[in-house]
């Protein structure tokens, strides 16, 4: 750093001489270059002074580990929309205007979104959880937006019937605070904006406690353990709950913060980043610093990728999917990251992985196996009543398995049988070789030829030459004569592609086991089929 320091301010001198253009930065060192200026726009001068740093530290991390071909240039964006765009412009009218500006906070980034896009300049939008989005194609986001977050957080709220909010009074807090009062109409019973440069919370505390709220939601950052403190020193007893931004060491340092629940991006804390900004600085970077340091090392590759226009630099980023010191992050179509949340719990004065999160995990992945099976069965349903009519073969009984295989991205092949047990049609036609093929021995035919009724098999060793899973339905004729069935088999890596997801980022592994003790998914192929009551 000490090096970058001193070079700038050799630059500086040489143009006071020489007298080019110039642009100025957060400490007012005069820089100048024709190499690419990225402007990084951080609310150094306000109530999030202790965020700005972290972002600014990790970015330096970034900048000295990649050593890029760059000019970096911090501005202080203040604490309001009109401080951003101030900064904003002065960068924008310089002579060598910025390729890229990277801006902190909700407020500042949906003020800079329009200014960017019209100037011609790349936008990153960095810890902003809410933005108005009106130019397309122009602005990247780190940040994961606010409705996505909040459909985590209001599976933790249903629990309570009396919720208060307190939010800051900004682009942040107030947006955030509309979607929980949108979501959760008649159980509000305070919604409150405050002042984040205050100090002293008590008047409306005050209010807040005489709504005897169950939960307070606090949409806050490091201000967060002053209000803790204050909350339960008037005796409010309320559950705590917070977001992203609430996770400040400040709050470490507060016993009453103590239980507080939040939702949280997941990721996995093996990135190197980690341990060297808790070498470099003596403490554990938060979602802020390692938004930053990612958002700040792409736009870097990319620009070394020769990307330099909004549009390229946009289209190398959208439907793009990479793993930074967060973890995995996807931008979809419109440049927004989508990751997984997580709740953490501040537990014994540390921000932990909250103990019910595990448990609620497993419940949501069985819940979405169990849709996607109850989806597969009634599509076989409303085929096998189709096939009463086309019978089991032919034209018309193909263009049913046609559209039963696409109805349903799980499925390997989708096949008919005849009341032998013999395979009499098939979709996809690469699969076409298994016509013919008898499999009236296998138990869920038997059972199925028995019973007359939909089936669901146990692990098979199929055919296809995987571990999978039957599903068929009966098939009978105008008559009500039983003449076969239809059925379809799960693709090899259908319970990894969606367990994969569910615990993208997290510090965990998902395996599942069949009744009989029989491994039917590990992450570690060599596990698959081994049986868990009896393998060594
Ligand atoms: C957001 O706007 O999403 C933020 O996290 C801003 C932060 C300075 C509180």
């Not at 001068?45 to 760059?70: C, R, T, W, Y």
């Not at 014994?348 to 099976?373: C, H, M, P």
Request: hydrophobic content about 40%; charged content about 25%; aromatic content about 10%.
């Amino acid at each position: 750093m000490r090096k970058i320091v001193f070079i700038f301010l050799a630059a500086a001198l040489i143009l006071f001489q020489t007298g080019p253009a110039f642009a100025e930065n957060e400490s007012g060192r005069i820089q100048n270059s024709d190499k690419p200026v990225i402007g990084v726009i951080l609310p150094f001068s306000s109530a999030f002074e202790g965020i700005a740093k972290e972002q600014k530290n990790a970015i330096e991390m970034a900048l000295s580990e990649m050593q890029p071909n760059v000019e970096v240039i911090f501005s202080d964006g203040k604490d309001d929309p009109a401080g951003a765009v101030a900064v904003f412009n002065k960068l924008a009218g310089s002579r060598n205007p910025p390729v890229a500006v990277i801006s902190c906070a909700s407020w500042a980034s949906s003020a800079i979104h329009p200014l960017a896009a019209e100037k011609g300049i790349f936008h990153i939008a960095i810890a902003s959880a809410i933005i108005d989005r009106t130019q397309p194609g122009h602005t990247i986001r780190f940040t994961l937006d606010a409705k996505k977050e909040e459909r985590q957080l209001a599976q933790y709220l249903s629990r309570f019937n009396r919720i208060a909010v307190f939010n800051m009074d900004n682009g942040y807090g107030n947006n955030w605070a509309e979607i929980i009062k949108d979501n959760f109409k008649e159980k509000i019973v305070a919604s409150i904006a405050y002042d984040p440069r205050l100090k002293d919370f008590g008047d409306q505390l005050a209010a807040i406690k005489k709504k005897n709220p169950d939960v307070l939601v606090l949409l806050s950052a490091s201000n967060a353990a002053r209000i803790a403190k204050q909350a339960r020193q008037i005796g409010i007893d309320a559950q705590f709950v917070g977001t992203r931004p609430i996770e400040r060491p400040e709050l470490l340092a507060e016993p009453a913060t103590n239980g507080i629940v939040y939702t949280y991006p997941s990721h996995s804390f093996r990135h190197h980043l980690i341990d060297d900004y808790k070498n470099a600085h003596n403490t554990i970077p938060t979602f802020f610093g390692i938004e930053a340091y990612d958002a700040f090392a792409t736009l870097v590759s990319a620009i070394e990728e020769g990307k330099k226009s909004p549009e390229t630099l946009f289209d190398w980023y959208a439907g793009r999917t990479f793993t930074g010191a967060l973890g995995e992050y996807r931008f979809n179509e419109n440049g927004d990251a989508v990751y997984p949340y997580m709740y953490k719990q501040i537990q014994d004065g540390s921000f932990e992985v909250a103990d019910f999160q595990f448990a609620l995990l497993l419940e949501k992945t069985r819940q979405q196996l169990n849709d996607i099976f109850d989806d597969m069965d009634k599509t076989l349903e409303y085929a096998a009543e189709k096939l009463t009519h086309t019978g089991l073969t032919g034209e018309n009984a193909q263009n049913v398995l046609n559209d039963l295989f696409k109805q349903n991205p799980h499925a390997f092949d989708c096949t008919t049988v005849n009341r032998e047990g013999r395979i009499v049609s098939v979709v996809p036609d690469a699969y076409c070789r298994l016509i013919g093929m008898d499999i009236s021995g296998e138990k869920y035919i038997r059972r199925l030829h028995q019973t007359k009724e939909p089936v669901f098999s146990q692990a098979i060793d199929t055919m296809e030459g995987f571990m999978g899973f039957e599903l068929q339905h009966p098939v009978f004729d105008k008559h009500g004569q039983f003449i076969g069935s239809v059925g379809m088999i799960t693709r090899p890596d259908f319970f990894g592609s969606v367990i994969t997801q569910k615990i993208a980022n997290f510090p965990v592994e998902m395996w599942m086991i069949q009744k009989d003790g029989k491994m039917i998914y590990d992450v570690n192929e060599e596990e698959l089929g081994k049986n868990l009551f009896t393998d060594e």
